[in-house]
């Protein structure tokens, strides 16, 4: 009796971590027959950013309960450092992957140090100011990067705040063998793309175990007792504060390592990439999948991250069915006769479900 | 009528309190000194002196806002005292958070049930565990050893925590699924879980049966037995709280206007005045 949920969540989690690697055999054998179509293609690293960015808001949004608006942000820290981080050091690790690996990783520090420095003071009150700060965040850090100017020589690297608009990248003072990485409102141009579909598949896997594991120890225990309810959580002795803060900042430090991936895979980017739009997109990916749950959020990303591409044949009615599709799967889902259907499909779900 | 329970005798201790015999020479585990919060100019409790032994079932009464949950509050930091201190185990809880003042000993539950409603039971019970497991976050990730040994011994502890109600075949349902009185034992077992010295019981047996508080009396006296904790309960079934409190302290707007042993809170004329009203003089 007592082995039934243990056995149900971990067989959920072993179904989502299958689904994923399948998914990847799959999309490997075909774009190595050449059957996928150049823009899927270019698709496949996007999708796993995406992935791995809706699976990181869940943690903030479906198990913690906060409403993040600003999510994008860490994915735009994470990118842009990320970038620096793999251009500068070109001579320095000439194997790709590993310096793939290194920028993901800085990309995931920078992105928690601005988790902290946002969830900090934030995350001490109650009530929808995670919300509006994170929102206020995510612009901020759009207008920073967009004055940032960044170059790399022999000598190190070079930064300048360009915040009056008079500099420019020769305000560097580079050396000739130096390379401009980020340009302002130009944003990272020339960068070398060494973001593969291996990459993305592993960011994923990573980002499932992270998150599913956490959820399953006592920190992800906590961390759902304090959205459940705040006052019980502290009369049985969890420091709501610090709780609320791990899983802030780990989702903010995969968002990085999402947006430092997401960043090598384009030689050109700019920081109004990043802005509230993909922040509520990533929010739909989540509310889509379903709050807290971690395989809908997958599900959610692959097929609106395609969806759009795949409808360019609609041309102008495009997002019109974008639309409807959205519209109808919120029916779907909250459809209590169609629950009903499933639940016959589906027998014996019983209450002790806590998360799909 | 629910059987007769074992209770100590109560006698007097130097500072004035009263607690059973058997907890005399023992320290007391709370003793609350001139306690008091006002909120703005509303004193909602004043000068609450109380102390409770260490094994002691102590029973806090009074009519309809008297302030009984606000005592619990307090202790528990929900509120922070503006006046008095709170000693619980000799220890100055003074500006200490409600998790810590949890930490230090005292469990409660509440009136309205406050459960994390969307978890399993036993996720609800190990969840109050946290603070004793010790494994990091990151073995909890990569599922080192650490994390194996703790989770299963706490999946031992809260099994066994549930079968004090005999509780064990629900371990895998959602708790907001339970039904009423279910859910009100699971409260008491999460705040079991967390290891207290004082377990405050805030109106256990609302919304119950007769013979379902009849089991519950029963359940707190054997909680008490085994965990050899104290229990200081709210409760407005007088059957309930006569039957088994040792010591009872009645409110009434936020005075303690008596103290004593069950005979003679029943026989107390102040008493009987705050619960039924003046006698019409004439």
């Not at chain 1, 420095?117 to 207008?143: M, S």
């Not at chain 1, 499909?345 to 019983?350: E, L, M, S, V």
């Not at chain 2, 023992?26 to 306690?35: F, G, H, Q, W």
């Amino acid at each position: 009796m007592k082995k039934l949920t243990i056995k149900r969540t971990t067989r959920t989690d072993f179904i989502t971590y299958l689904g994923v690697i399948v998914a990847f055999l799959i999309m490997m054998f075909l774009r190595d027959q050449g059957v996928l179509n150049r823009s899927l293609t270019g698709q496949l690293v996007p999708i796993c950013c995406y992935i791995s960015m809706a699976i990181s808001l869940n943690l903030t949004v479906g198990i913690l309960g906060e409403l993040s608006l600003g999510h994008a942000g860490f994915m735009s820290v994470g990118a842009f450092s990320g970038i620096i981080t793999a251009m500068s050091l070109q001579s320095t690790i000439p194997y790709t992957p590993l310096r793939l690996a290194v920028a993901m990783v800085v990309g995931a520090i920078f992105a928690a140090i601005a988790g902290i420095i946002v969830g900090v003071p934030v995350l001490r009150l109650r009530g929808d100011y995670l919300a509006i700060v994170t929102l206020a965040f995510g612009e901020i850090i759009k207008d920073l990067i967009n004055c940032l100017l960044v170059g790399y020589d022999s000598n190190g690297l070079h930064m300048a705040l360009n915040l009056t608009g008079s500099k420019s990248i020769t305000d560097l003072n580079l050396q000739p063998d130096g390379i401009a990485i980020i340009k302002g409102a130009q944003g990272a141009t020339g960068t070398t793309t060494i973001a593969s579909f291996t990459a993305g598949f592993v960011l994923v896997m990573i980002t499932l175990v992270i998150v599913l594991n956490l959820v399953r120890s006592r920190t992800g225990r906590a961390v759902m007792a304090i959205r459940d309810n705040r006052i019980a959580a502290e009369s049985v002795g969890i420091n709501v504060t610090k709780y609320k803060l791990i899983a802030f900042v780990t989702s903010a430090a995969l968002a990085g390592a999402a947006g430092a991936l997401y960043g090598l895979n384009f030689s050109s980017l700019q920081a109004t990439k990043f802005n509230f739009n993909t922040s509520i997109l990533v929010l739909v990916f989540v509310v889509l999948g379903g709050l807290g749950n971690i395989w809908g959020s997958v599900i959610a990303a692959t097929v609106l991250t395609i969806l759009p591409e795949a409808l360019r044949g609609f041309d102008d009615y495009r997002m019109l069915i974008y639309a409807i599709v959205l519209i109808l799967v919120m029916l779907a889902t909250n459809n209590s006769q169609a629950k009903a259907l499933l639940g016959r499909i589906i027998p014996k779900r019983k209450g002790a479900e806590t998360n799909g | 009528m629910a059987k007769q329970f074992q209770r100590g005798k109560m006698v007097p201790v130097p500072s004035r309190a009263i607690v059973p015999e058997r907890d005399v020479d023992k320290s007391p585990i709370l003793e609350c000194r001139y306690l008091g919060i006002e909120f703005g100019g509303l004193k909602a409790v004043s000068d609450f002196n109380l102390t409770i032994g260490r094994t002691e079932i102590a029973g806090l009464i009074g009519p309809n806002g008297a302030g009984k949950t606000t005592v619990f509050n307090l202790l528990t930091k929900v509120y922070q005292p503006t006046h008095g201190t709170i000693l619980l185990d000799g220890r100055d809880t003074h500006g200490m958070t409600t998790a810590q003042v949890n930490r230090a000993g005292i469990a409660r539950t509440f009136q309205n049930i406050r459960l994390f409603s969307n978890m399993s039971v036993l996720e609800n019970i190990t969840v109050a565990m946290n603070s004793q497991m010790k494994y990091s976050m990151l073995s909890g990730i990569f599922r080192l050893p650490s994390f194996w040994k703790e989770e299963r011994v706490a999946k031992e502890r809260a099994l066994e925590l549930l079968s004090i109600f005999d509780m064990q075949h629900l371990a895998d349902h959602k708790a907001g699924s339970l039904p009423y009185g279910a859910q009100r034992r699971l409260e008491i077992i999460r705040a079991l879980a967390t290891n207290p010295s004082l377990l405050l019981l805030d109106e256990p047996a609302a919304g119950m049966n007769p013979s379902e508080t009849a089991e519950l009396m029963e359940n707190i006296v054997k909680i008490r037995d085994t965990f050899q904790i104290a229990v200081m309960l709210i409760e407005h079934d007088m059957n309930l709280v006569m039957n088994i409190c040792e010591g009872i302290c009645v409110l009434n707007f936020g005075q303690v206007i008596a103290k004593g042993t069950p005979e003679e809170i029943q026989s107390n004329p102040t008493v009987i005045e705050a619960y039924l009203g003046k006698k019409k003089e004439g």
